[in-house]
């Protein structure tokens, strides 16, 4: 989970806020502007933000935004971290840019690579994310980010800003993927180290292709990680850390770097999928039958009250009760990675299934992923509003 809190700026103050600063997450229609292909596998979709919701897209590297679109007569819900720095303002107007890379499988990414032209409108949440905050205090400091695959996306918006933020600021990128042809942004990456040559260093890491040193071929496994860090990246010369890509890699570095040393708290991690990607199966349908033993859940949400019945045989989460009576109630990857779901239970308990995005201090304050959370008291009061 991100372990920094986003601080709130006077440049993010767009769009409705939660008690704690945060913003209220909110779908609007944005036109996509451009679509620019990265590799066989991979687009980078830039989407026009219109003036009046500058604002509320205004973003901090790092974050990412929900894509929400209907495919063959379902909902799908994919979450894409932000590519680029933000973008400059121009007649109040901006912009956005996320990288879509095809999952095996994928009913969103596939459908993207082949049918998403400019012109397109997808329902696009506001920004939301921790993998970001402080960034302000890295000016001086060697900043690592490991990458795999699609995990680029929030490393290239993190890279570009801390470099160009500061004259003192290093990145080192250690960046997996199969083969040269995987590898997205593989130009912008050579572009950003032509203008930084020194204070940017790239260690690419092939699984499918020899590379010159033995090191950075192969799949990154404990040894090989191992071995980068003794030779290659000494994270006694390291101040930050950033990790981005799929759970086991992510998991894998995290008990390294701990094992090595390196404090926690100077260890970030960005997760969207934790493996099971259920995210486009998005809510299960549930009957609520009269007399049937049922769990009554009262939900808080923008300021209106709801009340929803959840049968205590379909063991189902609060939030897919809570989509039943109140379909705008905020959720993305169904998978508790990105936090988009939270909300603070005011009443009644519950138990979570999986929690990759809270802290243990919001956890103490009673805020739950509604995605993972399972009633277990016979009335549940839970407050996204706050
Ligand atoms: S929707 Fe992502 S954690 Fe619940």
């Given amino acids: 989970m991100p372990l920094f809190r986003m601080p709130v700026t006077a440049a993010h103050e767009g769009g409705p806020r939660l008690a704690d600063g945060r913003r209220r997450a909110r779908f609007h229609t944005l036109t996509v502007s451009d679509v620019r292909r990265l590799t066989d596998d991979a687009i980078e979709v830039t989407f026009a933000v219109p003036a009046e919701l500058a604002d509320e897209y205004a973003y901090l590297p790092g974050q990412y935004v929900a894509l929400r679109v209907q495919l063959d007569g379902t909902e799908v819900r994919r979450s894409y971290s932000l590519c680029r720095p933000p973008a400059p303002v121009r007649d109040g107007a901006t912009s956005l840019s996320v990288a ?5 499988g994928g009913l969103f990414s596939t459908w993207a690579q082949t049918e998403l032209t ?9 920004p939301q994310g921790t993998f ?11 900043v690592v980010g490991i990458a795999a695959g699609s995990g680029i996306t929030p490393m290239m918006a993190l890279a570009r800003t801390l470099l160009t933020a500061s004259d003192t600021t290093r990145f080192t990128l250690l960046y997996t993927n199969r083969s040269t042809s995987d590898v997205m942004f593989l130009e912008d990456l050579a572009d950003l180290k032509d203008r930084y040559p020194t204070r940017l260093v790239l260690h690419h890491v092939l699984s499918r292709e020899q590379r010159t040193a033995p090191v950075l071929s192969g799949r990154i496994d404990e040894q090989k990680l191992r071995t980068i860090l003794d030779s290659l990246i000494l994270p006694s010369t ?9 759970f086991a890699l992510v998991d894998m570095c995290r008990e390294v770097l701990a094992d090595l040393g390196v404090p926690n708290e100077h ?4 997760l969207f999928t934790t493996g099971d990607a259920p995210a486009e199966r998005g809510p299960r349908r549930v009957e ?4 049937e033993k049922a769990y009554r859940i ?3 949400l923008d300021g209106v009250s709801s ?16 989509l039943r009576v109140r379909p705008d109630a905020p959720f993305a990857c169904s998978g508790g990675v990105c936090g988009t779901c939270r909300a603070r239970v005011l009443e009644g308990s519950v138990t979570m299934t999986e929690n990759y995005a809270l802290e243990p201090d919001e956890l103490e304050r009673g805020y739950v992923l509604t995605c993972q959370s399972h009633p277990t008291s016979d009335r549940l009061v839970v407050d996204y509003d706050v």
Avoid: Y
């Fill in 100 to 104: 879509v890379k095809r999952d095996e």
């Fill in 118 to 126: 400019a012109g397109f409108e997808i329902d696009v949440m506001s």
């Fill in 132 to 142: 970001t905050s402080g960034l302000d205090q890295l000016e001086g400091t060697h």
């Fill in 307 to 322: 009340t929803v019945e959840s049968p205590v045989d379909a063991h189902e989460s609060v939030l897919n009760a809570a």
């Fill in 267 to 270: 260890v970030r991690f960005e």
């Fill in 298 to 300: 009262e939900i808080n």
């Fill in 288 to 291: 609520v039958r009269a007399g």
């Fill in 238 to 246: 390291v101040d930050e850390w950033f990790l981005c890509g799929p």
